[in-house]
C-alpha cells in the first residue's frame, strides 16, 4: 500500500496494479487443458474476477472484502509455501507478509499485491482432473513453458 499526499490530504491506496485491475470478486476451478489431444489434464482453484476482460486479470490486497478469492490464495499460500496461515478469507497482516516474502522468494516486486504477475510465477496446488488426486504445486510459468 501506498500513501499518497494531494493538497494535504492522504488517500490509501493499493498501488496502480490494484488502480487498473477490478478485485478477484471469486474463485474458480482453473482448467490446464492437454494441448495436444484436447483432455483436460489437471484443475486448481484460484482468485478470478467475474468483471475483468479476462478471468485472472484482477488484484486482492490487504483488508479487501472478497473472501472466496482470498481463501484460494491463502490455500495456495499454505500448500505450496508451508506457510500456515488460518484459511479464513481475511486478507489481514499474516497473508499480506506471507505473499510479501513469497514474491521476495520469486524474484517478483514485493507489493504483498495480488495480481497478474504473481498469479503467473506464483506456485498453486494443482489436482488430476480425472480422479481429484494431488498433483503437486506447480507455477502457470512452469506448465507453459
Not at 18 to 42: E, I, Q, S, Y
Not at 85 to 94: I, T
Amino acid at each position: 500500500m501506498s500513501l499518497l499526499m494531494l493538497a494535504g490530504i492522504s488517500v490509501a491506496t493499493a498501488g496502480s496494479a490494484a488502480a487498473a485491475l477490478p478485485v478477484c470478486n471469486t474463485a474458480a476451478n482453473v482448467w490446464d487443458t492437454d494441448f495436444t489431444n484436447g483432455a483436460r489434464d489437471f484443475t486448481t482453484w484460484e482468485p478470478v474476477s467475474t468483471t475483468a476482460t479476462h478471468f485472472n486479470q484482477c488484484v486482492l490486497y490487504q483488508n479487501v472484502s472478497s473472501r472466496t478469492a482470498v481463501k484460494a490464495l491463502q490455500t495456495a499460500l499454505n500448500a505450496c509455501y508451508g506457510k500456515g496461515l488460518l484459511v479464513d478469507g481475511y486478507f489481514g497482516n499474516g497473508t499480506r507478509s506471507a505473499l510479501v516474502a513469497v514474491q521476495r522468494s520469486l524474484g517478483r516486486n514485493p507489493d504483498g499485491v495480488f495480481g497478474p504477475d504473481t498469479e503467473f510465477w506464483m506456485k498453486w496446488p494443482r489436482y488430476w482432473a480425472d480422479n481429484g488426486s494431488y498433483w503437486g504445486c506447480f507455477s502457470t510459468w512452469e506448465i507453459h513453458n
